[in-house]
């Protein structure tokens, strides 16, 4: 009851501040977590400069050749260019292969972000995302209980290798629990459960592994609320680095003018935005008018369905955006 208390003092008064025009925000440049190593440092204070000027491009890898590089072939073969940031997903268990591939794309110079579809026991794939919420909350995020333990070591999976990437010096954009207002997947299904999940995850990988390479992403989706919705979900500024949101609608309505404007506002402009799930690519005069710092397109049909190579071949030579080959080097490299 505290936490809705205190999310909706916080929308009324969000409302109050003018959002017009943008620069009148400015992310604050510095990570939640104060003991962030240097490549996320250095990662993040170049988001932040570049937000609000350009947008970088992404990619989500699908699973269509087994060095999911399908899309990737896709959008050079129509460009000339690759996408800035890949993004990757631990779905199915897939932890070495995202490890290494991750690794091979920081290499090549590329941005890496990491999403995770998994049933609630931290196992398997989509359609265990789709079940109820975990049973039990109190009994899972309370230390010293068994229901703790095994909830933990099942999580510390996709800790150990963010771990290994971290001791290569890889930052990671890290978008755990995505979606979680749409109210469909098991750590959506409960506002203050959800706070209380990510809060977990959050002390846990910084504090008890040390995952100083993470830059926390809370990724919304995309439907037709009120702000004072995205506060009621909102687990803090101190608790995430980027706000996003997702929305498979952008034939119809561009950019997301309203979504962007919900996501600045709840962190108060102090975060970057991005838009870090879409079918459709807005048109660079879209994301000029509407400023996220990134897009990343889903894999599959939604890239090839909603984006001809004619399309691709504009977005990824539009002025705006940014791509692979215009990345500066990052410590850690």
Request: with cysteine; proline share 5%.
């Amino acid at each position: 009851m505290f936490l809705k208390i205190i999310s909706l003092f916080l929308a009324g008064l969000a409302l109050l501040i003018p959002l017009n025009p943008l620069p009148v925000f400015r992310p604050s440049m510095r990570l939640s977590n104060p003991d962030a190593d240097g490549s996320a440092v250095k990662l993040y204070e170049y988001i932040c400069s570049i937000y609000g000027k350009s947008v970088l491009s992404g990619q989500q890898e699908g699973f269509g050749s087994p060095a999911r590089n399908d899309e990737f072939d896709y959008i050079y073969s129509a460009s000339g260019k690759y996408p800035a940031v890949r993004g990757f997903d631990f779905v199915n268990d897939d932890f070495e292969g995202v490890y290494t591939r991750a690794s091979e794309w920081w290499e090549k110079g590329g941005i890496v972000t990491i999403c995770w579809h998994c049933g609630s026991n931290f196992e398997l794939g989509y359609s265990e995302c789709l079940a109820d919420g975990f049973e039990n909350p109190e009994l899972l995020l309370t230390e010293g209980t068994p229901e703790n333990a095994a909830f933990v070591r099942n999580m510390d999976r996709a800790g150990e290798v963010l771990g290994r990437l971290r001791d290569k010096g890889i930052p990671v954009l890290w978008r755990p629990f995505h979606e979680f207002n749409g109210e469909w997947f098991w750590w959506g299904k409960d506002r203050d459960g959800f706070i209380k999940l990510w809060r977990y995850m959050y002390n846990h990988f910084t504090k008890d592994l040390g995952l100083n390479n993470l830059i926390w992403v809370l990724g919304y989706s995309e439907r037709d609320v009120e702000l004072r919705d995205y506060f009621m979900w909102y687990p803090g500024n101190g608790y995430c680095d980027i706000v996003g949101c997702d929305s498979y609608d952008t034939e119809k309505d561009g950019a997301e003018p309203s979504q962007f404007e919900k996501c600045v506002r709840v962190s108060f402009g102090t975060k970057p935005v991005i838009f870090h799930e879409c079918g459709h690519i807005p048109d660079a005069e879209q994301f000029a008018g509407t400023p996220w710092c990134g897009f990343l397109t889903w894999h599959s049909q939604y890239l090839y369905e909603r984006n001809s190579p004619e399309y691709i071949r504009e977005i990824y030579n539009s002025e705006n955006v940014i791509t692979l080959d215009e990345l500066p080097a990052f410590e850690g490299r």
